[in-house]
């Protein structure tokens, strides 16, 4: 599902995923970092005030089936 999602944005010209996970989400980190996503920065207090997560990005690399 993460390809397919990923293919799908790649076609609509996005260049860059990013997302947030809390930074003790132990499992949530190993699965995002096995699809390629890297921690960019600690986001303090970002849930409820209390939690830390960790900002997460991947540059997706254009194919020559989805566009430039």
């Known amino acids: 599902m993460v390809g397919e999602s990923e293919a799908n944005l790649r076609f609509r010209g996005v ?3 990013l997302l947030e996970t809390a930074t003790t989400n132990e499992a949530g980190i190993a699965f995002w970092e096995r699809h390629g996503y890297r ?3 600690v986001l303090k207090n970002y849930y409820s005030g209390r939690l830390d997560a960790f900002e997460m990005r991947k540059k997706l ?4 089936s989805t566009g430039p």
Not at 61 to 64: L, R
């Open 15 to 17: 260049r860059t995923v």
């Open 61 to 64: 690399i254009a194919t020559a």
């Open 39 to 41: 921690k960019e920065a």
